[in-house]
């Protein structure tokens, strides 16, 4: 009898920790009203997830997964609207983007290697290939399960919680080396496994390599964007493709536009919110938060929730 539950019990491991979290493909039709609501709570969803250091695949996963949204829990639709989340980055600090690139290009012009704004454009160029290239190879093979995400979450929050501690944050924005990308760029792939957070891991790198809060903070965003918009267009794309092959509902169109709009609003908020919060504070806030929340997962899961 002993034998046959600890089979059982590992067989359910195992279920739980392969277990594909939302369905790949949207594929019938959804009832305007309700498919309205939903876009509007996912983009509320994936805008306030995207940039707090709590992962917003493990949000809308767990989300869609209690309300039972298959729909538009696929994961083409919700990787579809974090377009919003890549117009509010590219808004929110279009000033700062857009003299990155100015001083760069300045910088390879008149070959002066010593330059802040190149060496932080190609620390976040060469910050974004490890995670782009191992997401590409990986991308449908990387599991899902609720058992990840509460792991994941409790790993994540600890690391925060050292890199909190232990952190010398005695470094500044202008300060960021080429090396800075590198390190923190390997951080950032980290984040394919759903409950890591791509901005928690880069903040926590970031944090351990001795930045300032805000400063870990805006060079995560930063060095997320380009990340984040390819990923986005690629899922994009393929949405379109999709809709010309009549395998999405008709209305699919007017469902990502309101998530999308949703999303941009909520992630413009989550960013001027976490930028003013770390100017004063430091994150111990989120690191009980993924605690909670991953072990609230455990709990359930123990109590039978199948996820």
Do not use: C
């Amino acid at each position: 009898m002993t034998t046959i539950l600890g089979l059982n019990s590992i067989d359910l491991l195992l279920s739980q920790l392969l277990q594909v979290g939302v369905s790949s493909e949207v594929t019938s039709q959804v009832d305007l009203v309700q498919g309205v609501i939903q876009a509007f709570i996912l983009g509320i969803v994936q805008g306030i997830t995207e940039f707090l250091p709590i992962s917003s695949t493990a949000h809308l996963i767990i989300v869609t997964k209690v309300f039972a949204w298959k729909e538009l829990g696929s994961k083409d639709f919700v990787d579809a609207i974090q377009f919003g989340s890549v117009i509010a980055i590219l808004w929110y600090f279009w000033a700062v983007i857009s003299g990155l690139a100015k001083g760069a290009i300045t910088a390879f012009k008149t070959k002066d290697w010593e330059s802040e704004d190149g060496k932080i454009v190609v620390g976040i160029a060469v910050g974004t290939i490890p995670a782009l290239t191992i997401g590409f190879l990986l991308k449908d093979v990387i599991p899902e399960s609720s058992l990840i995400i509460a792991i994941m979450s409790v790993i994540m929050a600890t690391l925060l919680g050292l890199a909190e501690k232990f952190g010398t944050r005695n470094r500044g924005f202008d300060a960021l080396e080429i090396r800075d990308g590198i390190l923190v760029g390997l951080g950032q792939t980290l984040a394919l496994v759903p409950g890591v957070s791509r901005s928690g891991s880069t903040l926590t790198t970031g944090l351990f390599l001795g930045l300032q809060r805000e400063a870990a903070a805006k060079f995560s965003f930063l060095l997320g964007f380009p990340t984040l918009t390819i990923a986005t267009l690629y899922k994009s794309l393929k949405i379109f493709k999709m809709f010309q092959s009549g395998e999405l509902p008709n209305n699919i169109v007017i469902l990502l536009v309101v998530g999308i709009v949703s999303t941009f609003i909520f992630s413009y908020l989550s960013i001027a919110f976490l930028i003013k919060y770390l100017q004063t504070k430091n994150t111990m806030v989120f690191v009980w938060y993924r605690l909670a929340f991953g072990i609230s997962i455990l709990l359930a899961i123990a109590a039978g929730w199948q996820g």
